[in-house]
């Protein structure tokens, strides 16, 4: 209901705009109009009637100052804006302009090149785009740089036969239905052939060397493809992240002296003309305007610290983190505003993982020992343990529409006290930033965890289904099961194979023999979540690494790497984003650094 104060709307046809045509009879017959016989007869010659000006159309509503009623000004605003609109090119709906931001009055700083993120794809746009002759600066929102490069474990995906590789690769997004570029695809490729040269081209006196195979094996063409990592140097105790960004680091700021700007958050994007011309950084709290001549590359990581970005693009609850907490997403808004096209964003690398009192992030699951297994909230098993660490996710997610419910998250892991003593259930882990920030030591024989409740005991299975809050008589039913199969020699349920086969994918993260009946007590169980170390959507990229519009066509001056639009979808397999961050933050580098200067 409009207020009593409210101006009342006229409409455009109301009776006292326009008034109700009279019918010409009734004027005929009052004598108000002479009759049509009357006016032929009278009409001029046809010669004389076109040498007469053409009368000029009356308006609607007189536009003039003499209109002072209420409801004449509001008609007279209203045409005023109609007549003004169509001047201007047609009737534009306000919802479809778009409008076009004003440069800044000044700018505080700028560079050819300005990168926001500091991570592996980050420093290689730099390490190109400053040997190509530009300006760089580079802007890191948190105090450090390094991102989930400096966090991960290190590898590098590197193809040993170009054609092979293409083959390999082009199958898993099949396997997915992920969205595929080819050519994005063949440039990947190509480019992550030179990729063991240029890391050894970052610091002196480095060795590479093979840790590990992909991970989906049984994908024909799998073995043209390897995992490189830089090696430790002997007396070190540095881990795989740190070794590689640590040679990044040096290679951009001791040798190319690149500035890098930390505490700066990149805001928003600016552009003029559907041309990006800088962007808007907090630094220290201060908003300031940086300029860049030639072009910005956005390489800010994912979204995964981003709740709402998850609920909204994702399936799954409870989701944890493995990974780096400035992956908030800054990067996905700046290029949707810019009117970027956005691709993979329901895509993840989520193994299942523990969540540890008191840690920011959660760590991952790795049992080397082999009696154990995963249950639900049923008390049942519900998949072949052996998933591969990065795609445990699509495992888990699975939404109950009977019960609504997650029936799968949190799942458990039920172990007995031979695996327990075997050594701790993240056996191997590397790569996290619990472990690698956070610097959290997990107990040789789990011990530290039970007593932090992070692991439950029992003497039975009985009790432990109590403590784990299942119904006792299903997991019972499911550990006599799981030990008659194993025993008998199969698991028939979910094909947990008996023996490692195949090369190893990851060093020293893989035990020889898989599965093994459950033994003696006590027994444990833990709960395991969705743990993400990265996301892989955001805004689509080209083979030059142009940032796309929705029609496929890039937006001036704008480009990414890494995992910010990843190209990998659903189907990331570990060392795939630390081979893309570098592959492509090298080639977005250099074309960017061969824009002409504006």
Known sequence: VEPASAPKAVPMYAPEVLQKKEPRAAKEERGDRPAREDRRENRAPRAERAERPTPQPKPIVD????????????????????????????????????????????????ADVVILGYGGAGASAAITAKDAGADVVIFEKTAQGGGNTAVSSGGM??????????????????FANSQKDQELLEAFVDEAMKSKDFLLSLAPDQKVYIYGHVGFQNIPESDAIDKWRFRTPKGQKTRGGDMLFNNYR??????????????????????????????????????????????????????????NMLSNHTMGQKFHRLGHPGNTGDGVRMAQAAGADLWHMNALSCPLGLVVPGLKTALQINMLAPSYIYVDQDGKRFANEKM??????????????????????????????????????????????????????????????IEKGVIVSAPTIEELAKKINVPAENLVETVNRWNSQINAGADKDFGRPLEKKGKVAFEGREAPVIP?????????????????????????????????????????????AGELGSMWGHIYQGATNNSEACVFGRIAGRTVANETPW
């Open 157 to 174: 995906m590197i193809p040993n036969n170009r054609e092979r590789a293409i083959t390999y690769l082009a199958k898993t997004y099949d």
């Open 516 to 560: 093994r009946p459950i033994g003696d007590g006590p027994y444990y169980a833990a709960e395991l979540y969705p743990t993400i170390l990265n996301t892989q959507g955001g805004p689509r990229r080209n083979k030059l690494g142009q940032v796309l519009d929705p029609f496929g066509k890039p937006i001036a001056r704008l480009y990414s």
């Open 388 to 449: 591969d660490n990065h795609t445990c996710i699509y495992g888990v997610n699975v939404l109950d529409p009977i019960k609504h419910r997650y029936p799968r998250i949190p799942c458990f892991v039920v172990f007995d006290e031979a695996a327990r003593v075997r050594g701790p259930i993240i056996g191997g882990a590397t790569f996290g930033y619990a472990l690698n920030r956070e610097n959290y030591k997990w107990s040789k024989d789990n011990s530290a965890e």
């Open 63 to 110: 536009l003039g100052e003499e209109c002072h009623d209420e409801k004449s000004e509001q008609i007279r605003a209203f045409l005023k804006g109609l007549l003004a609109t169509a001047a201007a090119g047609g009737v534009v709906s306000q919802a479809s302009a778009k409008p076009q931001a004003d440069l800044p009055a000044k700018w505080d700083r700028e």
């Open 250 to 307: 040096y290679a951009v700021e001791t040798v190319r002296k690149v500035p890098v700007v930390y505490n700066a958050r990149g805001l928003q994007l600016i552009t003029q003309n559907d041309e990006v011309l800088g962007v808007w950084v907090e630094i220290d709290g201060k908003k300031q305007a940086v300029k860049a001549r030639r072009g910005v590359v956005l390489a800010t990581g994912g979204y995964e610290f981003d709740d």
